[in-house]
């Protein structure tokens, strides 16, 4: 054997031992958890297709994809608008640039249970920040977080904010390859700015667009310490998310098998919109 | 007009940047108000007190939760560091049988969303008797696969003729890697130096499944669990408790954001 070839295979292969562990045999477990029944105390038995049946008719699950799609629904417009905006923004010659992008990057290096405390407060019914502003201006207090029509897009709202400096760097990187001779020709034609967005800006940055839709949808997909820390996933389970159902089910109720089944399930989900999404944005970039 | 137009954009800088900033520093200072003026709108507390830090210290071990997360972050940092740069080099730049295999499984396990092996994950980490482990929260997070495709996509543009060189005097492929190859990637080690740490660092899900144990928690853990169980009692000290886990991230952010940036944003960016 090559001393390259025997290298090659040494130094790789702590690697492969760990793939082979914790990547691909997790893999192949989860199909094999959906046919099985396991507390983990007693030994796991054969389910059949009971997981399946159950996940199918499970009013709770349907719900908390059901509560998915209503955060989506509220936190893509609300991301790509605001991402956009601030990307726009800082798109300009600006003084201290570098302070501004950091300002808006911040919430994203900080951990999300701690913005998920900090929000809970700010949410507060009686004491907190934004009912304090609404009263001083004269409008009445909103429960945002128990009241089963406000939950959800407050915390749609919060994400949004938590994120959207991530997704900002996104578009600064793709308004960077807009060159500037197109936007110089189009200023001489003598278009309004908001004809430049619409038919200038926006189409070359759908590359950027489709990558914050696709990140955010995995990131809704896959909410968890915000509902876990701010409502339970209350009120009405409103707020209950996948990942939330998904951990209860293993830990409070000890179901290895349903809750590897809502896994495989969320997999699956998350693979088939991602995918319809890039279709639906992929016809539109062939426009 | 011109000036018009600055004036708005600056005025929508700022109000953009003081909705970023505000409640960090409202955080901040609700940490210093006793319970009557926890809900103040003001930063500065009218009767500043430490009353909130002594409380939270005494009802949790948010010292020990410290400890936990620096030793499991640094380690699974410099495991990723080390065991990817190995695995990367070769990878990039050893020919053998078996490698375009793994690249493409490295690959396509990225892809797989973290749920999915959540739970036999977690199972495995039972039967293995790891439950209230270190090795729980650390072993499986010693390799990264974006860190891994990130260093290769790096080692990939040092030239041949170094290595050839290099063996050439005699050098192992080891000595090769630590000894040439590190010098040049240290922008692209800094970048995943950051993201893995702070990955681990602000991780909350897997620890709440694999720790029970109080002593072991790592620090979002340890707050999550403190404020949910209401050991809190106000939010002042709920909050002088999240002050641990944010304070060295900002202070380490403010020095390095650049990197920050670049890292955290580059690292999202595999899709």
Same mark, same amino acid.
């Given at each position: 054997?090559?001393?390259?070839?025997?290298s090659?295979?040494?130094?790789?292969?702590?690697?492969v031992?760990?793939?082979?562990?914790?990547?691909?045999?997790?893999?192949l477990?989860?199909?094999?958890?959906?046919?099985?029944?396991?507390?983990?105390?007693?030994?796991?038995?054969?389910?059949?297709?009971?997981?399946?049946?159950?996940?199918?008719?499970?009013?709770?699950?349907?719900?908390s994809?059901?509560?998915?799609?209503?955060?989506?629904?509220?936190?893509?417009?609300l991301?790509?608008?605001?991402?956009?905006?601030?990307?726009?923004?800082l798109?300009?010659?600006?003084?201290?640039?570098?302070?501004?992008?950091?300002?808006?990057?911040?919430?994203v290096?900080?951990?999300g249970?701690?913005?998920?405390?900090?929000?809970?407060?700010?949410?507060?019914?009686?004491?907190?920040?934004?009912?304090q502003?609404?009263?001083?201006?004269?409008?009445?207090?909103?429960?945002?977080?128990?009241?089963?029509?406000?939950a959800?897009?407050?915390?749609?709202?919060?994400v949004?904010?938590?994120n959207v400096?991530?997704?900002?760097?996104?578009?600064?990187?793709?308004l960077?390859?807009?060159p500037?001779?197109?936007?110089?020709?189009?200023?001489?034609?003598?278009?309004?700015?908001?004809?430049?967005?619409r038919?200038?800006?926006?189409?070359?940055?759908?590359p950027?667009?489709?990558?914050?839709?696709t990140?955010?949808t995995?990131?809704?997909?896959?909410?968890?310490?915000?509902?876990?820390?701010?409502?339970?996933?209350?009120?009405?389970?409103?707020?209950?998310?996948?990942?939330?159902?998904?951990y209860?089910?293993?830990?409070?109720y000890?179901?290895?098998?349903?809750?590897?089944?809502?896994?495989?399930?969320?997999?699956?989900?998350?693979?088939?919109v991602?995918?319809?999404?890039?279709?639906?944005?992929?016809?539109a970039?062939?426009l | 007009?011109?000036?018009?137009g600055?004036v708005?954009?600056?005025?929508?800088?700022?109000?953009a940047?003081i909705?970023?900033?505000?409640?960090?520093?409202?955080?901040?200072?609700s940490?210093f108000?006793?319970?009557?003026?926890?809900g103040?709108l003001?930063l500065?507390?009218?009767?500043p007190?430490?009353?909130?830090?002594?409380v939270?210290?005494?009802?949790?071990?948010?010292?020990?939760?410290?400890?936990?997360?620096?030793l499991?972050? #640094?380690?699974i940092? !410099?495991? @990723?560091?080390? &065991?990817?740069?190995? =695995? %990367?080099?070769a990878?990039? +730049?050893l020919? $053998?049988?078996?490698?375009?295999?793994?690249?493409?499984?490295t690959t396509?396990?990225?892809?797989?969303?973290?749920?999915?092996t959540?739970?036999?994950?977690y199972t495995?980490?039972?039967?293995?008797?790891?439950?209230? #482990?270190?090795?729980? !929260?650390? @072993?499986?997070? &010693?390799?990264n696969? =974006? %860190?891994?495709?990130m260093? +290769?996509?790096? $080692?990939?543009?040092?030239p041949?003729?170094?290595i050839?060189?290099?063996?050439?005097?005699?050098?192992?492929?080891?000595?090769?890697?630590?000894?040439?190859?590190?010098p040049?990637?240290?922008p692209?080690l800094?970048?995943?130096?950051?993201f893995?740490?702070?990955?681990s660092?602000?991780?909350?899900?897997?620890?709440?499944?694999?720790?029970?144990?109080?002593?072991?928690?790592?620090?979002p853990?340890?707050?999550?669990?403190f404020?949910?169980?209401?050991?809190?009692?106000?939010?002042?000290?709920s909050?002088?408790?999240?002050?641990?886990?944010v304070?060295?991230?900002?202070?380490?952010?403010?020095?390095?954001?650049?990197?920050?940036?670049?890292?955290?944003a580059g690292?999202?960016?595999?899709?």
């Amino acid at each position: 054997m090559r001393a390259e070839e025997r290298s090659g295979w040494f130094l790789t292969a702590p690697f492969v031992t760990f793939l082979l562990a914790f990547a691909v045999y997790p893999i192949l477990f989860a199909l094999v958890l959906v046919f099985l029944h396991w507390d983990l105390v007693t030994a796991p038995s054969l389910a059949g297709f009971d997981n399946v049946r159950l996940l199918a008719n499970d009013a709770r699950f349907w719900r908390s994809v059901a509560n998915t799609f209503v955060f989506l629904a509220i936190h893509l417009p609300l991301q790509i608008a605001t991402a956009l905006a601030l990307a726009l923004a800082l798109n300009r010659p600006l003084v201290f640039r570098a302070f501004w992008r950091a300002a808006f990057f911040l919430p994203v290096v900080i951990s999300g249970a701690v913005v998920a405390i900090l929000w809970s407060s700010l949410y507060a019914t009686d004491v907190g920040l934004f009912n304090q502003l609404l009263t001083r201006i004269g409008l009445s207090p909103v429960p945002w977080l128990t009241d089963p029509r406000t939950a959800m897009p407050a915390i749609a709202v919060m994400v949004t904010w938590k994120n959207v400096g991530f997704y900002v760097i996104i578009y600064l990187a793709g308004l960077q390859y807009i060159p500037r001779s197109c936007q110089e020709a189009i200023e001489i034609e003598g278009v309004s700015p908001w004809q430049r967005f619409r038919h200038l800006t926006l189409p070359s940055l759908l590359p950027q667009t489709i990558l914050v839709v696709t990140l955010s949808t995995i990131n809704g997909f896959q909410l968890f310490i915000e509902p876990y820390v701010m409502t339970g996933g209350g009120p009405l389970r409103r707020t209950y998310s996948i990942v939330l159902y998904l951990y209860t089910n293993a830990f409070s109720y000890q179901k290895m098998g349903y809750a590897a089944t809502i896994g495989v399930a969320l997999a699956l989900m998350i693979g088939l919109v991602v995918a319809i999404q890039r279709r639906v944005l992929g016809t539109a970039e062939a426009l | 007009m011109k000036t018009l137009g600055r004036v708005a954009l600056y005025t929508a800088l700022s109000i953009a940047a003081i909705t970023f900033i505000y409640p960090f520093l409202w955080m901040a200072a609700s940490t210093f108000k006793p319970p009557f003026e926890a809900g103040a709108l003001g930063l500065m507390p009218d009767n500043p007190t430490f009353e909130n830090y002594k409380v939270m210290w005494a009802r949790a071990p948010f010292g020990r939760a410290l400890v936990n997360s620096i030793l499991v972050a #640094t380690t699974i940092t !410099l495991a @990723v560091l080390v &065991l990817g740069s190995i =695995t %990367a080099y070769a990878m990039a +730049r050893l020919n $053998f049988r078996g490698r375009p295999l793994l690249n493409a499984v490295t690959t396509a396990v990225l892809l797989v969303p973290g749920q999915l092996t959540l739970i036999p994950l977690y199972t495995l980490i039972v039967q293995l008797g790891w439950i209230d #482990t270190y090795a729980a !929260l650390i @072993v499986p997070y &010693l390799f990264n696969a =974006t %860190a891994i495709l990130m260093l +290769r996509q790096f $080692f990939l543009q040092i030239p041949q003729s170094l290595i050839d060189s290099a063996r050439m005097d005699g050098m192992g492929e080891l000595r090769i890697l630590f000894t040439i190859f590190w010098p040049l990637a240290r922008p692209a080690l800094a970048i995943v130096a950051i993201f893995t740490f702070m990955g681990s660092w602000n991780e909350v899900l897997w620890p709440l499944l694999v720790v029970r144990e109080q002593q072991l928690m790592t620090l979002p853990q340890l707050l999550t669990v403190f404020a949910l169980g209401g050991g809190a009692g106000s939010l002042g000290v709920s909050l002088a408790a999240a002050m641990i886990l944010v304070v060295p991230v900002v202070i380490a952010y403010v020095f390095l954001q650049r990197y920050f940036i670049e890292s955290m944003a580059g690292s999202g960016v595999k899709g």
